[in-house]
C-alpha cells in the first residue's frame, strides 16, 4: 500500500498571501495525484488530477506540480473562500486509493 | 449537472448490518466506476470499496473486506453499501463518489453530501 503524508499539518497564512502544501509519496505515482479541497460541513471537491491539471471550474491561483514521490499544491493568493482542508490522494497503485492525512489552511 | 444522493445512514448495534444506497444522476451511470469513501468524525478520507461500470469488478480495503457488498444497479442509476459486522471503528460519514472510465476510478470528480452511518450499543 502507498503511504500519502502531507506537510504541514496547518498551515497559518494571511488572505493574499502564497501557500504552498506538500504531498509525500512513500513510493512513485508517476503523475497519478489528484488534490482536494474540503471545507466544514462539505463533500470534498476536486482540485487538481494528474498532479498539475485543473479540475473543471478551478480558478487559476489553485496549480499543482511535481511527479515520481513528491509534489506541491501552491495557492498562489490565498481568498477567504480558500481557507479550509486539503488532501492528496494517489491512483497510480490500486487498491487501495489513497489519500494523505490533509493540510489545514488557517487564517494567520 | 452530476448528482450523488446518499442515503440508509442510521444509528446501529456492533456486530448489525445497514445498506448505504447511491443514487446518481446527470451522467450515464453504467459507464463510470463508483467507489465509497468514509470519513471518521474528526478525520481524514479513507477508500472503502469501489466497482467498475459493469458491476463484475469489485474491489475493498483490507479493513472492511468479508464484512461489507458494494453492488450496484445501472437500471435504476443506484450504487449499494451493504455492511454487515459493524464495529464501533467503522463510525464514519460514508460518501459515494464517481470515477472517470468504466473499469475502475482514478480520482474522484464528483462526491455526494454523505451518510451518516454511527456504530454504538
Known amino acids: 500500500e502507498i503511504v500519502m503524508t502531507q506537510s504541514p499539518a496547518t498551515l497559518s497564512v494571511s488572505p493574499g498571501e502564497r501557500a504552498t502544501l506538500s504531498c509525500r509519496a512513500s513510493?512513485?505515482?508517476?503523475?497519478?495525484l489528484a488534490w482536494y479541497q474540503q471545507k466544514p460541513g462539505q463533500a470534498p471537491r476536486l482540485l487538481i488530477y494528474d498532479a498539475s491539471t485543473r479540475a473543471s471550474g478551478i480558478p487559476a491561483r489553485f496549480s499543482g506540480s511535481g511527479s515520481g514521490t513528491e509534489f506541491t499544491l501552491t495557492i498562489s493568493s490565498l481568498q477567504s473562500e480558500d481557507f479550509a482542508v486539503y488532501y492528496c490522494q494517489q491512483y497510480n497503485n490500486w487498491p487501495p486509493w489513497t489519500f494523505g492525512r490533509g493540510t489545514k489552511v488557517e487564517i494567520k | 449537472e452530476v448528482q450523488l444522493l446518499e442515503s440508509g445512514g442510521g444509528l446501529v448495534q456492533p456486530g448489525g448490518s445497514l445498506r448505504l444506497s447511491c443514487e446518481a444522476s446527470?451522467?450515464?451511470?453504467?459507464?463510470?466506476?463508483m467507489s465509497w469513501v468514509r470519513q471518521a468524525p474528526g478525520s481524514g478520507l479513507e477508500w472503502v470499496s469501489g466497482?467498475?461500470?459493469?458491476?463484475?469488478?469489485?474491489y475493498y480495503a483490507d479493513s472492511v473486506k468479508g464484512r461489507f457488498t458494494i453492488s450496484r444497479d445501472n437500471s435504476k442509476n443506484t450504487l449499494y453499501l451493504q455492511m454487515s459486522s459493524l464495529r464501533a471503528d467503522d463510525t464514519a460519514l460514508y460518501y459515494c463518489a464517481k470515477g472517470q472510465q468504466v473499469v475502475a476510478v482514478e480520482y474522484f470528480d464528483y462526491w455526494g453530501q454523505g451518510t451518516l452511518v454511527t456504530v454504538s450499543s
Open positions: 513510493q512513485s505515482v508517476s503523475d497519478n
Open positions: 446527470g451522467f450515464t451511470f453504467s459507464s463510470y466506476a
Open positions: 466497482i467498475s461500470g459493469s458491476g463484475v469488478t469489485t
